[in-house]
């Protein structure tokens, strides 16, 4: 019974990104190897951004109060913006145009995170002595991180794109830092005693704000330019 639930796990993380890979049309560009080398700048993004928490910002503790220093925290959330850099380093190093190169950068980066942040605590959990929904919700939560990080892969592909509108700009912009701020902003908006179910709806729903614009955004700018 174990393993059942652990492979219903597995398969509920790993399932939607073999599916995006395949119907995506990835697989006709042979994007494979793309998608691991996509993964490895992860790995590297995540080393340096673990040097910078461990050296400049040490670790925050609650007070007596239960308040947490939001400044303090707002510093080591600031390091979530070295993504966005290791996102540009990944779309500079991927060779092609149109949704393709962002799927695939998208795709690498997102299976990159799952794979090391899912795998084990899955391994561990899941495979217990007592069913738990905790690992469920944790399952579906990296299907919501899939479509977060393909929404910041086309941000920075906007945002580094010199034919996009002054209007558009501020807003691309905007939605960049709502993005690598979201752990801080939910942890912020969540009270501690939430249902988890509302909470994995509540993420749902941000990154479903932060999509869909992004989506309206790329597909007028790949219109205009001929880039599909």
Not at 43 to 71: R, S, Y
Request: proline share 4%.
């Amino acid at each position: 019974m174990t393993l059942y639930h652990f492979g219903n796990c597995l398969a509920l993380v790993y399932v939607p990104y073999h599916l995006t890979y395949k119907y995506s049309g990835l697989s006709e560009y042979g994007a494979f190897w793309k998608c691991i080398q996509a993964g490895g700048i992860y790995i590297i993004t995540q080393l340096c951004k673990m040097l910078l928490l461990a050296t400049f910002f040490p670790t925050t503790e609650t007070n007596i109060h239960g308040h947490v220093d939001i400044f303090g925290e707002w510093l080591k959330g600031t390091v979530e913006l070295a993504d966005l850099v290791g996102l540009y380093a990944v779309l500079s190093n991927i060779p092609g145009k149109g949704h393709a190169k962002l799927l695939t950068a998208g795709l690498g980066w997102a299976g990159a995170e799952a794979a090391l942040t899912r795998f084990v605590p899955l391994w561990i959990g899941a495979r217990g002595a007592e069913f738990h929904w905790r690992y469920i919700q944790e399952s579906l939560e990296s299907n919501i991180n899939l479509a977060h990080h393909i929404a910041t892969v086309a941000l920075v592909w906007l945002w580094s794109r010199h034919d996009l509108s002054k209007a558009a700009v501020p807003i691309v912009t905007a939605m960049l830092l709502l993005s690598s701020y979201k752990p801080l902003l939910i942890q912020l908006i969540l009270p501690a005693a939430i249902c988890p179910w509302i909470a994995l709806l509540i993420k749902a729903g941000y990154t479903l704000l932060l999509a869909f614009p992004t989506l309206k955004i790329y597909a007028g700018l790949a219109e205009s330019i001929g880039i599909y």
